[in-house]
């Protein structure tokens, strides 16, 4: 049985969305981009409901007669893949390699402009996607150009955390490398994109100050404090973080940077992250107790049973070997 290739990247909850239409897609394992053939459909403006309209539509001798043999045939094979978020009988969908929708489109027009029928819904929602994805091909080789298309994500987690990291902290920001944020993401099963990243504000402020700012030792801030130069008014005439860069700040927060992510790659979930990262703050500090509970995130909120605490309560009542 031959497998099949498995999306990667992408759900049902981050389409692609031009203008107010949304139509799933993903990315696979070996690269390709694909459409949901029903995404397609609702796409072109159609009032079918069955799924196989697409495949006899292009097939249409009005329509077909603009498709080259090669893409008619891409057409006629869907692409069949595994959803990484799905189980049970709908594990596996169909789609289409993304740039069919331009030649469906460009056939629609064709097609319209030689006299055939067709549905006025379709032809005018092909002169609509065809204008607007033009516009949106310009945005996006602009952002490839530029390298703008690495930053979108890192802009938008910026804004996000600036609510909930307190101002003296988030001007070490900076520091982070995109590869933290990356690795909260995988841990959790989300998308690391924009819309993702909006849906997700308060926790990944609060998994940021817990598993990073909250580490670091003792004194670090005040001494943060005391080392930037004021005014006669009693105000910071730098940033703190200037003053700490070759001391202090910088080096603390570098390692636990360093310590956090490091972790983070060897666990396959959160929750196997924080128990190990349960276990590097119980040694380094010389205790088994923590409560860390408040770092399990549930969308309903309600408490979650840390298993690994439990364990260390009850080691810990274990005297340690004689040497």
Not at 6 to 35: M, Q
Not at 208 to 215: D, M
Request: net charge positive; glycine share 6%; hydrophobic share 35%.
């Amino acid at each position: 049985m031959t497998k099949l290739p498995k999306a990667t990247h992408g759900s049902e909850k981050t389409p692609l969305t031009i203008g107010d239409i949304k139509i799933p897609c993903y990315v696979l394992d070996d690269g390709t981009r694909v459409l949901s053939g029903r995404g397609i459909q609702k796409s072109l403006g159609t009032t079918a409901t069955s799924g196989a309209w697409l495949q006899k539509f292009v097939n249409k001798p009005e329509i077909k007669a603009h498709l080259p043999a090669d893409i008619l045939n891409r057409l006629n094979n869907p692409i069949e893949f595994e959803r990484k978020t799905s189980g049970g009988s709908q594990s596996s969908t169909y789609g289409y390699e993304a740039t069919l929708l331009i030649d469906i489109i460009d056939a629609i027009i064709d097609a319209s402009r030689t006299g055939s029928e067709i549905e006025v819904s379709v032809v005018d929602s092909a002169y609509f996607l065809s204008k607007a994805l033009k516009k949106v091909s310009i945005i996006a080789l602009i952002d490839e150009a530029t390298g703008y298309q690495y930053d979108r994500e890192r802009f938008e987690l910026q804004a996000i955390l600036k609510a909930y990291i307190s101002e003296e902290l988030l001007k070490w920001q900076k520091t982070f490398p995109d590869t933290f944020y990356q690795e909260v993401f995988r841990l959790n099963g989300w998308d690391y994109t924009v819309n993702d990243i909006k849906k997700r504000p308060g926790v990944v402020g609060k998994w940021t100050n817990k598993v990073i700012y909250e580490q670091l030792p003792n004194g670090v801030l005040d001494e943060l404090k005391t080392k930037t130069p004021k005014s006669k008014s009693g105000n910071p005439t730098a940033r703190y973080f200037q003053s700490l860069t070759a001391d202090v700040g910088h080096p603390h927060l570098s390692a636990q940077l360093n310590q956090v992510i490091a972790i983070m790659r060897i666990s396959d979930n959160w929750k196997e992250f924080m128990s190990n990262f349960n276990k590097m703050v119980a040694r380094k500090n010389g205790q088994l107790e923590l409560k860390y509970e408040d770092l399990e995130y549930k969308e309903d909120k309600e408490p979650v049973k840390n298993e690994f605490l439990t364990t260390l309560k009850a080691i810990s009542k274990v005297p340690p070997p004689k040497r």
